[in-house]
Nanobody
Framework: QVQFVESGGGLVQPGGSLRLSCAAS????????MGWYRQAPGKQRELVASITSGGNTEYVDSVKGRFAISRDNALNTVYLQMNNLKPEDTAVYYC?????????WGQGTQVTVSS
């Protein structure tokens, strides 16, 4: 059974940083494109960052220059370094394949940016 286990969220002040981790129990993880998604209250889930098997990255405009996605294939883990956080980054963050398929979503990790 495929699982995505996200961690690293928390409460941080505006301008602060967090590093999220996602452990994925995927076979052949190294060849899978992965993504970090977020869902704010009352909004649809959106893709914020993605990384290909070759390490190419893409970001939604609102996080460019502030977030960085990376992966460690030896650990089946994908990371999201978030800097200069803003209140509008408040959301539950999830990882999944990019694009996602029928695998169940993890529980996510809550990120709250507030003074």
């Amino acid at each position: 059974q495929v699982q995505f286990v996200e961690s690293g969220g928390g409460l941080v002040q505006p301008g602060g940083s967090l590093r999220l981790s996602c452990a994925a129990s995927l076979s052949r993880f190294s060849i899978k494109a992965m993504g970090w998604y977020r869902q704010a209250p009352g909004k649809q889930r959106e893709l914020v960052a993605s990384i290909t098997s070759g390490g190419n990255t893409e970001y939604v405009d609102s996080v460019k220059g502030r977030f960085a996605i990376s992966r460690d294939n030896a650990l089946n883990t994908v990371y999201l370094q978030m800097n200069n956080l803003k209140p509008e980054d408040t959301a539950v963050y999830y990882c999944h394949l990019n694009p996602p398929n029928w695998y169940a979503w993890g529980q996510g990790t809550q990120v709250t940016v507030s003074s």
